[in-house]
Antibody, heavy 122, light 111 residues
């Protein structure tokens, strides 16, 4: 079935950078918008960013704007999240998710990857 | 503090009906943006439960239903089962924030 697998998480010091990847399989990746959503330990879901199916448009949550960059390589079926100037409050499990139903707005998200943990700590 | 307000917790006995509310304002649900619902078990990724206010994706039991009116939406679960114990999140869009927003989440306990 449709699969999303995140990688790239780990422990990083404040102010440093990290790049997350999300490998997609068993669907036409280049036809779908993709999102990153994060969840701090014991907290709720927080939307991070979206990229259009063709990469032509990107939007970000205010909390990460100017520090994070979402991108994709449709030839590699892979989504990325470049995270710079990391802060302690960026500590979270980061999920990638595919748009499921674009008939509504915003599109719903399904499936989601298993998540990758990013810990920002000195 | 999320712009979509959900009760932190709800509970019900097996077989009962529970509802989870998602209250927004004129910048999000009240502006006509759609609402989706997700179910999340501990240490697992969220799963889409209700799409575009009322639609159940394939495989979701018909015990789950969604509704939307004015500045609010609701998720109803009938015939409550122990396996329904999980966290539930609503999602929409906020024009003031120019982004996707989630509710704070509701923990459902099956007594």
């Amino acid at each position: 079935q449709v699969q999303l697998v995140e990688s790239g998480g780990g422990v990083v010091q404040p102010g440093r950078s990290l790049r997350l990847s999300c490998a997609a399989s068993r669907f036409t990746f280049s036809s779908y918008g993709m999102h990153w959503v994060r969840q701090a330990p014991g907290k709720g879901l927080e939307w991070v960013a979206v990229i259009w199916f063709d990469g032509s448009n990107k939007k970000y949550a205010d909390s990460v704007k100017g520090r994070f960059t979402i991108s994709r390589d449709n030839s590699k079926n892979t989504l990325y999240l470049q995270m710079n100037s990391l802060r302690a409050e960026d500590t979270a499990v980061y999920y990638c998710a595919r748009e499921y139903d674009s008939n509504g707005y915003p599109p719903s998200l399904d499936p989601w990857g298993q998540g990758t943990l990013v810990t920002v700590s000195s | 503090q999320s712009v979509l307000t959900q009760p932190p917790s709800v509970s019900g006995a097996p077989g009962q009906r529970v509802t989870i509310s998602c209250t927004g304002n004129s910048s999000n649900i009240g502006a006509g943006f759609d609402v989706h619902w997700y179910q999340q078990f501990p240490e697992t990724a969220p799963k889409l439960l209700i799409s575009v206010n009322i639609n159940r994706p394939s495989g979701v039991p018909d015990r789950f239903s969604g509704s939307k009116s004015g500045t609010s939406a609701s998720l109803a679960i009938t015939g409550l089962q122990a396996e329904d114990e999980a966290d539930y999140y609503c999602q929409s869009y906020d024009s003031s924030l120019s982004g996707v927003v989630f509710g704070g989440g509701t923990k459902l306990t099956v007594l």
